[in-house]
């Protein structure tokens, strides 16, 4: 696994960020953040992750968790990313609609030849570092940032706006992912 996946407390609660290759707006289409969701809840339901708070930008997500202790935060983060990178690639090859198909798959399929850990294709950068959180104003802020990128970026007027967020849950309104673990709710 990357040197950029050190988890140095596996039960600890950690905020990551994690882009398209090429900061690529592959988010710009609903289909495909349903797909990251869909894998999300699978590791929530099997493979022991608590999600504290997520979002899904244009061409990148963030995400505050941890795992049980029966599992270990890398290799769950590892098979999140393997996971949806499969399945959104296969998602844009086979969307009748997705005009920017051929661009899409060249740029995956160029840097998955330039690098030694992926087959084919490469959809996630591999810069992403897990920062441990480890104060409640530290988790605080995350949760702030996380939720106020879709304001910051213009795409909403207040964070509980964004459907593909945990805003939505921090308002006591119903989000898009079940079993969200609230910290405490915001008032937006």
């Known amino acids: ?24 707006d592959v988010f710009t289409r609903n289909e ?5 969701l869909e894998s999300l809840s699978f590791c929530q339901k099997n493979k022991g992750m608590e999600v504290f708070a997520w ?9 505050i968790f941890r795992v049980s202790a029966d599992f ?5 983060l590892g098979d999140l990313k393997r996971f949806t990178s499969r399945s959104i690639i296969q ?4 969307n009748p609609k997705e005009s ?16 030694s850990n992926t087959t084919n294709n490469m959809f996630w ?10 104060s409640n104003k530290v988790i605080d802020e995350k949760i702030n940032y996380v939720h106020y990128n879709p304001v910051e970026a213009g795409l909403v007027a207040h964070p509980h706006e964004y459907l593909y967020s945990s805003a939505r849950d921090y308002a006591d309104e119903k989000g898009l992912l079940d079993d969200v673990v609230v ?4 008032q937006y």
């Open 125 to 134: 950068r591999h810069d992403n570092k897990p920062i441990e959180l480890w």
């Open 91 to 94: 998602a844009i090859r086979e």
């Open 72 to 76: 270990a935060p890398e290799k769950v």
């Open 55 to 63: 979002c899904i930008m244009t061409n990148h997500v963030h995400l």
């Open 32 to 36: 495909y953040k349903d797909l990251f």
């Open 1 to 24: 696994m990357s040197r950029n996946y050190k988890f140095k407390n596996s039960e600890g609660v950690y905020f990551v960020s994690f882009a398209v290759v090429e900061w690529l």
């Open 100 to 115: 920017r198909k051929e661009r899409l798959l060249a740029v995956f399929t160029e840097h998955g030849s330039k690098t």
């Open 183 to 186: 910290i405490r709710k915001w």
